[in-house]
């Protein structure tokens, strides 16, 4: 003898429909499939093309320092507009701990650090290609645990838009 599932609490067949869970079951629509949280993002169909320099480009910054990025067109991109903007930028791996609620450290990783006429640290520049959940989460992070610090997310979103012709950086 087997016994049977027993019924929800509201009694209805489609109670996950209410409850705005997946629905399944003989009475879910044929065709839609409902990601499951551990699959990558699906690629983005409107990309914004942005004007990138060649990757042999050079780049310096404050300190004279000679940077190339050519494997990143987005940080090509970012360190263009940096110094069309005459801001003063470091590129340089200097990462901030971040302390987890278990207990753990973790690093987050800045790409570029812009710094002020008296050679204050003023802002730091995240370049992504794509926002995520994870990177919000370190972002968050970050600005708990660090709050005297401006950040900003550089996606191409952002870039396309501060390659516009009447565009400024708000720093």
């Known amino acids: ?89 470091r590129y340089r791996p200097f990462g901030f701990p971040l302390f987890l609620p278990s207990g753990n450290e973790q690093e987050m990783f800045f790409d570029f650090y812009i710094y002020d006429n008296m050679d204050t640290l003023v802002r730091v520049i995240l370049v992504m290609s794509r926002e995520s959940r994870e990177v919000w989460d370190k972002i968050g992070r970050f600005k708990t645990q660090y709050p005297m610090y401006t950040y900003e997310l550089w996606t191409p979103d952002t870039l396309a838009r501060l390659q516009g012709p009447r565009a400024q950086l708000d720093f």
């Not at 016994?3 to 839609?32: L, M, N, T, Y």
């Not at 042999?56 to 507009?81: E, I, M, N, Y």
């Open 1 to 89: 003898m087997t016994r049977g599932k027993k019924p929800s609490p509201s009694g209805a067949r489609g109670a996950s429909k209410q409850r705005g869970g997946p629905a399944s079951g003989p009475g879910a629509e044929v065709g839609k499939t409902a990601r499951r949280p551990g699959t990558p993002n699906p690629p983005r169909k409107n990309i914004p093309q942005l004007d990138a320099p060649a990757p042999d480009t050079t780049f310096k910054d404050r300190d004279g320092k000679p940077h190339q990025f050519p494997d990143s067109s987005l940080k090509r991109v970012s360190a263009q507009l940096l110094h069309a903007k005459n801001k003063k930028w």
